[in-house]
Structures are given as C-alpha cells and as structure tokens.
C-alpha cells in the first residue's frame, strides 16, 4: 500500500517525506485555504513546491463544477508538472471530464466518492485514483472500512485499474484497516502516520535497554 499526506502544510509534507516512507501528496480546496493559499497565481506556485519536495503523485483539485471549466482548469493544472493528478469531483461532469483526462493522458483522482456505484462510474471513466472518505462515513454511522472492502472486492472481481485511495483518514488505525481491506493508497494526515509508531512497550523496551546498555 502506498502512503500519501493529506495536507498542503510545506513543513508536514517535509516531515513526512523525510521518513523516507512517502509516495505522494494529496490537497484539496479546504487543506488549501487553510495554509492561506490565495489567488490563481499562489495555488499553482504551492503545487509546483510541492511537486519539487516530494517525487510522486500530488493531487491539485479544480475548483470548477462543469465540463469545459473542468478540463480548462485541470489542463493548468496538469502543466504545472509531470507527477500532477487532477483531482475531479465524483458529478455528472466530473465523470465526462475524467473520461477526457483518461483520453489525453492525464492522471485523474476522482474525490468525494461514498459509494460503490460512484466507484464503478469512475472505473469506467478510467480513473487513475478512487478516493473515498473513510472518515466521513463513519461520522455518518456506517463504516467507510466495509466501502473499501467493497470497493476493492469489485475492482478485483472486473478486473479495473483503478486504485483504492482511501481518504479522509481520521487515525492510525484507520491506516491498518485500510490495508487489510485492499486499499492500493492511503492518504493520511502526519499525524495518523507519526501514531502508527507509536506504542507503550515499545517505549519501555527501549529505556529498558538504553539502562542496561550502560552495564556492558
Ligand atoms: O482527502 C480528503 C480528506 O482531506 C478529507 O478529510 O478529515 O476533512 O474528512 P476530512
């Protein structure tokens, strides 16, 4: 399973790519605005320090909602650099617009999905990346672990190349249940990935040895 952040924040993404374990970067308009990124000129200047930190796939969402805005704008967005994906919202014309993207060689993630037809339409349409919200759908009282479990048991059963990108990642556990559920991509804050590290024996052992080191 490959591991993307889920953030626009520069100092998170070098964290996290400092671990050495990063594979990509998602955004999307909310983690943007809330880095203060405004105007045309700032979004597209934060993608392209994004793409220089980090070698991988990095998200950059349109803001547009019909068809020709989207496959403008995702166009802009797509020249910004090779490792661009555009992120397409899951709607009549995010799908037209994906099967374009698909049709000219761009990368597509098709975000803002919380069901399994919504999955099969954007396999269809050729999506590079499928991003269900694990966590929105469990603030809503269903389990976004059996929609990836779903997922992946249909794209497996037709053969689509679509990968799972699970989003809206909420914990480390998340992150372990996504991989036992068939997420091809996990994209989490760096928090939930910095909690994976994390446990109170592993803290002891280690004291335990560091106190006995000094022995030998
Ligand atoms: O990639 C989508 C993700 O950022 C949404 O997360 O926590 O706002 O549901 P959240």
Redesign the pocket.
């Known amino acids: 399973m490959k591991f993307f952040i889920?953030t626009a924040n520069l100092a998170q993404i070098k964290e996290a790519n400092d671990l050495g374990i990063l594979d990509g970067v998602?955004t999307?308009p909310?983690?943007m605005a809330k880095e203060g990124i405004k105007g045309n000129e700032a979004i597209l200047n934060h993608y392209k320090t994004i793409c220089d930190l980090v070698d991988g796939d990095i998200s950059a969402e349109v803001l547009s909602v019909t068809y020709d805005e989207i496959i403008e704008e995702g166009k802009i967005l797509a020249a910004i650099h090779p490792n661009i994906v555009v992120k397409v919202p899951m709607i009549k014309d995010g799908i037209k617009a994906i099967k374009w993207f698909t049709d000219n060689g761009i990368k597509t993630n098709c975000t803002l999905v919380f069901s399994a037809g919504q999955a099969i339409l954007a396999a269809k349409a050729g999506a590079t990346y499928l991003?269900p919200?694990i966590?929105?759908i469990d603030d809503t009282n269903w389990d976004g672990i059996e929609l990836i479990a779903q997922i992946a048991n249909i794209y497996g059963t037709q053969g689509f190349d679509t990968q799972i990108l699970a989003?809206?990642i909420?914990t480390p556990l998340h992150i372990v249940r996504c991989a036992e559920a068939g997420a091809d991509v996990c994209?989490c804050p760096l928090d939930s990935i910095l909690g994976l590290l994390k446990h109170p024996l592993t803290d002891i052992g280690l004291a335990k040895f560091i106190e006995d080191a000094k022995k030998m």
Do not use: E, I, P, V
């Open positions: 889920d998602t999307n909310s983690l991003s919200f966590g929105r989003a809206s909420r994209t």
